[in-house]
Structure formats: structure tokens, C-alpha cells
């Protein structure tokens, strides 16, 4: 019966079904997605002047952990990606499956925060106004990309690769015309952080991590990436580059547009509202029309990825699963799954919160895997000491500053960290006690 299960797994894996720019759209599809129009309002709430170099210090550090990944991708190419570098690491046991899992949970609150982005932005187009409206336009994508996962890795391929160039192209020419129209003027953005503190700073570069941390979905497919050994690596610094360079021209049309209370009182729709002085309202109305494109791409690429890391921990055994009466492959159920998870978030957490707690998890998962690269993995995948220590490093300074100020600002945040993450390791050590 396991046998039968596990072959029933891998039904849903098609090698080589994926090329190198296919994998560069689900990528930039995650990242574009989330990144710039989820979280440019929450980076500048708490960077305040230096929301753009928060941006830029994000990306940096992203680049000191691409490195890891790129190095484990090379290796080791698999349809589980994060979820087999763990193992790699520390085996197929319960610290592979409790980092595994808040990497998974933080990829699903990425789901539920790109959801609630496209509701926040498309209801600017609705006339009337009502609580229930932005929950159901969230759950409403999280359906449609629900049903475009079930189809094909070539039409997912074809369609992410429309939507990141659409998108991509979108957001340059907006803030093209955004910072001529400005006379290239920087309201918002100054070299002297008058209001931002330090533990603001690092605590926006935290949260703009959560906007680069897309790469890693292009792991979680390279069982079916072309030439894996090679394109994966290729994917995710191509990714990288592509989305570092929109983000920094983006954030200094908005600053060039709008001030930081400007920004921070439209948080969660600020680059629609940063088009109102320089297009009017048919500026409006095109931003907008990109932030759909970008969000439905950015959940539609999210779930496709996070639902091949649950499947290959369901096929190492080290996660629980049942079928629920549901046909087809353990893939297609860990669907199910991840698209019910997102459409809970999505409907009950607002936009801040959520985007706190994926960065908490994704942050604590990321030095977990620097950490196993450099504790076993350093000689094996010829990896650096220096870069290695370098990540981790960085990831201790930005998360430690980000608890500081969300424990002295919204406390909330951080007991549903712990919790969350207590509960998840609890559940695995019982899990597999049990199983044993």
C-alpha cells in the first residue's frame, strides 16, 4: 500500500516539462507577485525614508542565500526542493520535517498575503465598500488558481511566462513615466533617516527578504526543470536580478509620487495610489489592471511550487496524509490542501500580520538551511565558509531586529510565531514517534 502510494505520488511530476524561462517566471511570478505591490506600504511603515534601501539591502541578503540554494540545487535537483536539501542535511527525520513545514506555512501565508493584495487593489475599482468584499475576492483567486494548477506544467509554464512579461514590462513603464512626470524628485526618500530608527530599518529589510524569498519555489520544481543541474542555479540568480531591479525602480516612483504617510495610510494598495498624481485616474485604473496580473501569476506560481514540497514530504514519510475520498496523485491533494490553508488566511488575517509571520518562518527556515550546508553539506556541494557564515548572519540580525520591534508594536505577531512553530514541532516529534 505505501509502495502503491508513493508511486501514486509522482504521478503529477513531469521531467523535464519545465525550460530554464519557465522556471524564471514562476519565480519572478512569486516574487513580483508579493514583493512590490504586497509589501512596498509595510516596508515603508517601517523604514520609513529608507523604504527603497530596504528594498536594496533585502535583495542583497537574498543574494547571500540564493547561494546556498544554487549550491544545493546543483547537487541535488528534485521535485521536493527545500524539503530534500533538509534531509540532505540533517536526515529524514523530525528537523527536516519542522523546517520543512515552516517553509511550507510561510509559502502558504505568501498565498493568502498575494490574495488579500489582489483584493486590497481591485476593490479600489468597486464603488461601494464592505467588509466581506476583500475577504471574497481573495478566496475568489485562490478558486481560479486552484483550477489553473490542475492543468498541464506546460500551459502553467505558458501562462506564468505571459504574465511575469506582462507584468514585468507593466511596472517599468509605470514608474518610467512616474519618475519623469516627478522631474525625478524624491519626496519620500532622503540619505538622513529623520523619522526611522535603526530597529525600524532592519526590521523593513526583515519584511522586504519576504519579497525576494520567490527564488526558492524554482527549487521546489527542479525535478522537472530541463537540465536541472544547471538551469536551476541559472533560474534563480536570473530571478533575482530581474526582481532587484523593479523593486528599486518601483519604490522610487512611489517615492517620488507620494510621502511616507502617504504611503503608509495606503499600505496595502500604495503603488495605485501612487499613480493618482501622475495619471490621474486612468493611471489608476492600468496600476491596478497590473496588480491583478502580477497577483493572480504571483499565487497561481506559489501554489504550484508549495504543493510539490508538501507532496515530496508526504512521499518521505514524514508528514501525515490522507486521501479524504479525493482522486488522483498525493500531489494534487496537497493542492487541496495548500489552496484551503491560503483561503482560511486570506479570509480572517489582514494584510500586516500575515506578511510578519511568513517572514518569521521564512527567516528561521533560511539560517536552518545555511547552517546544515555549512555543519554537512560545506565539502559536498563545495560551498564557501565565508559566504556561508556571511548568510547567516545577516539572517540573525535582520530577524532578531524584526522581533524587537514587532514585540514592542503588535506582540500578536510573535506569540503566533512561537506558537505556530511549537505546534508544528510537536505535531512532527508525535507524528513520528507514532509511526516508529
Do not use: H
Given at each position: 500500500m505505501a509502495e502503491h502510494d508513493h508511486e501514486h505520488g509522482h504521478q503529477g511530476y513531469q521531467k523535464g516539462s519545465l525550460s530554464l524561462w519557465g522556471a524564471v517566471s514562476l519565480g519572478t511570478g512569486v516574487m513580483i507577485g508579493a514583493g512590490i505591490f504586497a509589501l512596498t506600504g509595510q516596508v515603508a511603515q517601517l523604514a520609513r525614508e529608507w523604504f527603497v534601501l530596504a528594498f536594496v539591502c533585502g535583495g542583497i541578503i537574498a543574494g547571500f542565500s540564493a547561494y546556498s540554494y544554487v549550491k544545493l540545487a546543483k547537487a541535488y535537483p528534485s521535485a521536493g526542493g527545500i524539503a530534500m536539501f533538509l534531509s540532505k542535511a540533517y536526515g529524514k527525520g523530525s528537523v527536516t520535517a519542522i523546517f520543512a513545514l515552516l517553509m511550507y506555512f510561510s509559502m502558504v501565508i505568501n498565498e493568502s498575503l498575494v490574495a488579500r493584495t489582489f483584493a486590497s487593489y481591485t476593490s479600489q475599482l468597486i464603488s461601494f465598500e464592505a467588509q466581506w468584499l476583500i475577504p471574497l475576492l481573495a478566496v475568489g483567486l485562490l478558486v481560479f488558481a486552484f483550477f489553473i494548477n490542475i492543468l498541464s506544467n506546460q500551459f502553467i509554464q505558458t501562462f506564468s511566462f505571459f504574465m511575469a512579461f506582462v507584468k514585468t514590462l507593466g511596472l517599468v513603464i509605470l514608474a518610467a513615466g512616474g519618475l519623469w512626470a516627478s522631474g525625478i524628485q524624491f519626496e519620500s526618500i532622503s540619505a538622513i533617516p529623520e523619522e526611522a530608527t535603526g530597529g525600524g530599518i532592519l526590521a523593513g529589510i526583515a519584511l522586504s527578504i519576504l519579497a525576494y524569498k520567490?527564488?526558492?519555489?524554482?527549487?521546489?520544481?527542479?525535478?522537472?526543470?530541463?537540465?536541472?543541474?544547471?538551469?536551476?542555479?541559472?533560474?534563480?540568480?536570473?530571478?533575482?536580478?530581474?526582481?532587484?531591479?523593479?523593486?528599486?525602480?518601483?519604490?522610487?516612483?512611489?517615492?517620488?509620487?507620494?510621502?511616507?504617510?502617504?504611503?503608509?495610510?495606503?499600505?496595502?494598495?500604495?503603488?495605485?495610489?501612487?499613480?493618482?498624481?501622475?495619471?490621474?485616474?486612468?493611471?489608476?485604473w492600468i496600476t491596478v489592471g497590473f496588480a491583478i496580473v502580477a497577483t493572480v501569476s504571483g499565487v497561481i506560481a506559489s501554489a504550484f511550487a508549495v504543493s510539490r514540497m508538501l507532496a515530496m514530504l508526504t512521499n518521505m514519510k514524514l508528514v501525515p496524509h490522507s486521501h479524504f475520498g479525493m482522486p488522483g496523485s498525493i500531489q494534487k491533494h496537497t493542492l487541496v490542501y495548500t489552496i484551503v490553508m491560503a483561503m482560511i488566511l486570506a479570509a480572517f488575517f489582514d494584510l500586516s500580520r500575515i506578511a510578519s509571520l511568513g517572514a518569521i518562518f521564512y527567516i528561521v527556515m533560511d539560517i536552518a538551511i545555511h547552517w546544515g550546508v555549512l555543519r554537512h553539506l560545506r565539502q559536498k556541494v563545495n560551498a564557501n565558509i565565508y559566504i556561508l557564515v556571511s548568510a547567516i548572519t545577516l539572517d540573525v540580525i535582520v530577524l532578531a531586529a524584526f522581533i524587537w520591534v514587532k514585540w514592542t508594536s503588535d506582540p500578536l505577531v510573535i506569540w503566533a510565531s512561537l506558537i505556530g512553530m511549537a505546534l508544528i514541532a510537536a505535531g512532527e516529534i508525535l507524528f513520528l514517534r507514532k509511526k516508529r
Open positions: 520567490g527564488f526558492t519555489t524554482i527549487t521546489n520544481s527542479g525535478g522537472e526543470i530541463v537540465e536541472p543541474k544547471k538551469n536551476v542555479g541559472r533560474a534563480i540568480i536570473i530571478s533575482l536580478v530581474i526582481c532587484a531591479l523593479v523593486y528599486v525602480l518601483v519604490t522610487l516612483a512611489v517615492g517620488s509620487s507620494l510621502s511616507i504617510d502617504e504611503i503608509v495610510k495606503a499600505k496595502d494598495y500604495a503603488l495605485a495610489e501612487a499613480a493618482r498624481p501622475v495619471y490621474g485616474e486612468t493611471g489608476l
